[in-house]
């Protein structure tokens, strides 16, 4: 898992930083705490967040989904972004991970967007569609376990409006996608799941390769 912008290398990278990333100053005291975390870098990069946030802005969104909270830097930039009204529901099983999240989402004045569900993520998404809220969402954050990005997705895709967007962190995964010589289940199912959203035609497609990768699917 990378938390900064795989490839540039650190002067150019450094650069962009410098001359591009605007990131609040709730977001840094958050990204600071994380760091010392022992899964610290399971945080998306700040550069990624701020590229969040401009999407979230440019569709219009009000209603959300975070698949994966950790320590709440993705919904903090995504909360951040929404208008007062704006909601996330956000899904994470780890009490201990999303202690630090609600924190700095109360520090940053945004706690009563946020919805977060205690529950594997799976479950709380099979009961939006259940209570009928197919097709309410704006924008969707898939960043949990890798065995589960493909079921993640045909939830996300039932939960968004037409023209909604999916945006699916880690699908260049350090870059061992692309190295034949790895072959473990995780990098496989990422695999998978790159190939299918690569012909899957319910979608507009684009892979960024912002961060560790972030797959733009946009529901047709
Ligand atoms: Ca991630």
């Known amino acids: 898992m990378a938390n900064q912008t795989l490839g540039l290398g650190e002067n150019l990278y450094?650069?962009?930083?410098a001359v591009s990333l605007r990131e609040p100053e709730i977001l840094t005291q958050l990204r600071q705490a994380t760091a010392n975390h022992p899964m610290g870098q399971m945080q998306i990069a700040p550069e990624q967040g701020q590229f969040m946030a401009?999407?979230?802005?440019l569709i219009g969104a009000k209603k959300t989904l975070d698949i994966g909270v950790f320590t709440g830097y993705s919904s903090?930039?995504?909360a951040l972004a929404l208008p007062d009204d704006g909601k996330i529901i956000a899904c994470d099983i780890?009490?201990?991970y999303t202690s630090m999240a609600r924190h700095y989402w109360q520090l940053a004045g945004v706690a009563d967007k946020i919805d977060l569900r205690i529950a594997p993520a799976l479950e709380t998404l099979d009961d939006l569609i259940n209570q009928g809220?197919?097709?309410s969402f704006d924008f969707a954050?898939?960043?949990a376990d890798k065995s589960n990005y493909d079921n993640y997705y045909e939830r996300a895709l039932k939960l968004v409006r037409n023209g909604g967007l999916i945006a699916v962190d880690n699908v260049l995964w350090s870059g061992r996608v692309a190295d034949p010589e790895i072959q473990?289940?995780?990098t496989q199912k990422i695999r998978d799941f790159n190939q299918k959203l690569h012909a899957d035609s319910r979608v507009n497609l684009s892979l960024v390769p912002i961060a560790d990768g972030l797959t733009l699917a946009m529901k047709k």
């Open 14 to 17: 450094n650069y962009l930083l």
């Open 76 to 78: 903090l930039a995504v």
């Open 94 to 96: 780890s009490e201990e």
């Open 133 to 135: 809220e197919s097709g």
């Open 184 to 186: 473990d289940n995780r």
């Open 141 to 143: 954050f898939i960043d």
């Open 54 to 57: 401009l999407l979230v802005q």
